[in-house]
């Protein structure tokens, strides 16, 4: 048990429709991050958020992304108007609060959301 | 140049053999640096975790940092069958927020 689930866990939709992600810390965890991976491919940063705070995004993150967290808990990452090159694995990871629970930039990663796109 | 590399195998070794995974990373000032093993269509999972030079060991497995020559890798004794995945090899680059980045990934098979 990594700490954190996601939902939905798979995701089919089509072209140009809006899709929506959430992840939910089991426990306390101030830092989020978000990541895409494509076949074939690791994960690739996306967002990242300290408590509610969104302090760094990816250039892969267009547009048409847009992630949340409203009260530090529980994150949201919406895409719009969603294309085929949309298709791939999110994933969600959470690092420890304390570093008594092992190094603050170790991530623990959530079972993720597969999206297809047709 | 990518930031961080992997040969993509696949690595192919017999049960019981080591299995080594290699990972070098182009930024000096890395201080962080993961080992992440995936099954098909799961989500990965840390193995571990390193941050100074030389060797660091966990059961079965070994992790071994060189900063001088950007250089991480992951050996596996005594491979079994259950060890056939993808090792992914993440790094904290430079002074980001923490976010990693992640080398392709090895793909490894352990035949009987």
């Known amino acids: 048990d990594t700490g954190v689930s996601q939902d939905p866990r798979h995701k089919i939709t089509k072209r140009g429709q809006n899709v929506t992600f959430r992840c939910d810390p089991i426990s306390e965890h101030n830092r989020l991050y978000w990541y895409r991976q494509t076949l074939g491919q690791g994960p690739e940063f996306l967002t990242y958020?300290?408590?509610?705070?969104?302090?760094?995004k990816s250039r892969l993150l267009s547009d048409r992304f847009s992630a949340e967290r409203p009260k530090g808990s529980f994150s949201t990452l919406e895409i719009q108007r969603t294309e085929q090159g949309d298709s791939a694995m999110y994933l969600c990871?959470?690092?420890?609060?304390?570093?008594?629970?092992?190094?603050?930039?170790?991530?623990?990663f959530g079972p993720g959301t597969r999206l297809t796109v047709l | 140049q990518k930031e961080v590399e992997q040969n993509s195998g696949p690595l192919s070794v017999p049960e019981g053999a080591i299995a080594s995974l290699n990972c070098t990373y182009s930024d000096r000032g890395s201080q962080s640096f993961f080992w992440y093993r995936q099954y098909s269509g799961k989500s990965p999972e840390l193995i571990m975790s390193?941050?100074?030079?030389g060797d660091k060991e966990d059961g079965r497995f070994t992790a071994q940092l060189n900063k001088a020559s950007q250089y991480v890798s992951l050996l596996i004794r005594d491979s079994q069958p259950s060890d056939s995945a993808t090792y992914l090899c993440a790094v904290k680059i430079g002074t980001s927020y923490g976010k990693l980045t992640f080398g392709q990934g090895t793909i490894l098979t352990v035949h009987p």
């Open positions: 990871a959470l690092s420890p609060t304390r570093s008594g629970l092992g190094s603050t930039d170790t991530q623990y």
């Open positions: 958020f300290q408590n509610e705070a969104q302090l760094e």
């Open positions: 390193i941050y100074s030079n």
